[in-house]
């Protein structure tokens, strides 16, 4: 039985529509997943919207529907932007499908009956934007409640607290120990900024809503004047969409195929905002007291944020890109190609249009789209399209072993602007190898007929491994590569060994790839 890649992203709030840092995790772990199933892996790469809680209500009401009605719209626009986009998930998430809200108030029950939950008053300021009590750390240096907090008010209210600290010294243990197999979080800085926050963990965390402030939630099961708080029933998405039984509380009791997507390999792609405190915390210290073994904890990859002009982008300041336009303005690929290379994970970039016309023309029309055209134009001047193999070894195979190993290794630990840097390199070689060959001479002199079969043999070798490469990030390029060099539409990640191409082979008719953009 083949293992599974679990990958995960964070549900996306379906209280406005998608923007361009929505699209970059999405594609991230699109790439990272179709990279692993380039390699022969089983993945199940689950994405989806976050339905409820008090943001959503609020913005159905200004609109003037109903809730659901509300999440309707919004969440078709987040199905219809990943399609556009080519992120191909194997499952979706949508909390408020009743599935979902079975295994929450499964959950909910168990840990209430274990005494994990308990009924408490509290009273104090509360931010509405958060949804949130605050304390006095959130105060800033002139002793009020800063504007991130948005509209602060005194409340006073009964609710349901589940006993967090109680696992602080699991989780520090845990973090502790997790490099052993693997990190915790990555990258290493955001284990650290995690670690640090753990230490200073102080009360329970408030799991529950009074129906009177908001009901647009998942009701608890052991009190209907409550909702759960929407991070509760947010993260569960994460095992409720991949079969877990909320009824059995040992993990290797749990259906098979729940255990089979869900071993030491998941991957959870999140933003760096919500790393702490809702997945480094909440979301770890839940799965421990629902009865998962530390070897099953997921890894956190946290990714950094795209920015305009070094501001956040927010729906607020009216500052926000939508990836729709640019999608149709320049192209999907553009797009996925811009997103993935021209930020590093874990990094935080600035969005610019003119950096993604920039990096499209010179990596993909002048580069890599030359690189295919010369090739297959001067194969088909000089012989007809077909390349032979003739001639020994290639300075060029040599470095495609090395591309090959390097580009791995990047991918491996998700460094993909990296991977993307190292196939640019070798095409950069590869026009270079045009240069010096210079075919076009070698065809004029029939002495060197061996030369000029071998330069472009190697030339369409070295295209058909390129393809592969880019593959993750850019499948319909890929795929027109391959079509244009005739080679098979399946392919593998073994299939970049030098050496694939037949000896003798007919290359398919050259059409302009990655026409540039003008400005
Ligand atoms: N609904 C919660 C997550 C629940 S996970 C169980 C949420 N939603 S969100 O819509 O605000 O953000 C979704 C993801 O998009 C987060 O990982 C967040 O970090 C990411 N991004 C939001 N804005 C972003 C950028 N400007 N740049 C990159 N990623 C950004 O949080």
Known sequence: ???????????DYTNSPPHIGHAYEKVLADVIARYHRLKGEKVFYLTGVDQHGQKVQQSAAKAGVPP???????????????KKLDVKYDAWAETIDPRHKRVVQGMLQRLFDAGQIYKDKQSGYYSVRQEQFLTDKERGPDGEFGPEWGQVEFREEENYYFKLSQHKDWLLRYIDSAGAGHDAVIPDFRQTELRNAVERLGGDLCISRPK?????????????????????????????????DPKIDNYEKQPQEFRDRWTKDTLQVIGKDILVPAHGIYWLIMLHAIGFPDDVMPQLLVHGWWNLGGAKM?????NVIDP??????????ALRYYLISDIATGKDADFSEERLIKRYN??????????????LNMAHRYREGIVKQVGG??????????????????????EIQAAMERVGEFVTTCNAYIEMTAPWKLAKNPERAEALDHALFVLAEALRLAAILISPVLPNAAREILYQLNWSAEYTFEQTNWGGLPAKHQLGKPVPLFPRIEL
């Open 393 to 414: 070894d290639s300075p060029l195979a040599a470095q495609a072993a090395d591309l090959v190993r390097t580009y791995s290794a990047a991918m491996s630990s998700h």
């Open 314 to 318: 927010s729906k607020t300041a009216g």
């Open 362 to 375: 010179a990596d993909l029309a002048n580069n890599l789209g030359n690189l295919l055209n010369r090739t």
């Open 324 to 333: 729709f336009a640019l999608a149709y303005k320049y192209g999907v690929e």
């Open 68 to 82: 659901a009605e509300f999440v309707k719209g919004v969440t078709q626009k987040f199905v219809d932007l990943w």
């Open 1 to 11: 039985m083949p293992k599974t890649f679990f990958i995960t992203t964070a549900i």
């Open 212 to 244: 009177s402030r908001l009901d647009w939630g998942i009701e608890l099961p052991f009190d209907k004047d409550f909702v759960t708080y929407v991070w509760f029933d947010a993260l569960t998405n994460y095992i409720s969409f991949a079969g877990y």
